[in-house]
């Protein structure tokens, strides 16, 4: 468990699986993760779950919030290439606390972590080109904008263009 002021990281506990169950069957919040959404059962769910704890390459973590333990959202890193140092970052917060800190946070200890425990030195991530709100809160993190894919995911009868985006982590 990481712990700042306002979030805790965690290993996700049976009380998690109805905001995971209910992430995983939220059409517009799976289109925000760029994934194709279609129905998922519990036992979808936790075998998603168990592919990402089952990949040495790859950490997850549920945001709770540290005064209530309320679930909040997730953070991961996957595509972990530990001789390379890099990782593909990725999050999702519940709308309610976006604004309030909570992913700013959570964002911070999920980096240095993977610093200091993997020796990962870049965090990479892909955004669709609309979700400007994410690019914003990503950009105010210190992120950069080094490329853009055009035309590269299908979503609602388009292709969207596709955001590439870095950021060194701290030593």
């Known amino acids: 468990m990481i712990s700042g002021s306002l979030v805790t990281l965690r290993a996700p506990t049976d009380a998690d699986s109805v905001f995971l169950h209910n992430l995983r069957n939220d059409i517009e919040a799976q289109y925000l993760l760029m994934s194709l959404p279609r129905a998922n059962t519990t036992a979808r769910m936790e ?15 549920v945001v709770a919030s540290i005064n209530t333990a309320e679930v ?34 959570s ?49 609602k009868q388009h292709y969207h263009d596709v955001v590439l985006m870095e950021k060194f982590l701290q030593q």
């Open 47 to 61: 075998q998603w779950l168990r592919t990402i704890f089952d990949d040495p390459a790859s950490v997850f973590f």
């Open 107 to 155: 964002l911070l200890l999920l980096e240095q972590y993977v610093r200091d425990v993997f020796n990962l030195r870049k965090l990479t991530l892909k955004v669709l080109e609309t979700n400007k709100r994410a690019i914003g809160f990503y950009l105010k993190s210190g992120w950069k904008q080094v490329g853009l894919m055009t035309a590269h995911f299908y979503q």
């Open 72 to 105: 909040l959202g997730f953070v991961q890193v996957r595509e972990m290439n530990f001789i390379h140092g890099t990782g593909e970052l990725g999050i999702f917060m519940d709308a309610k606390v976006r604004g309030d800190g909570s992913a700013s946070e």
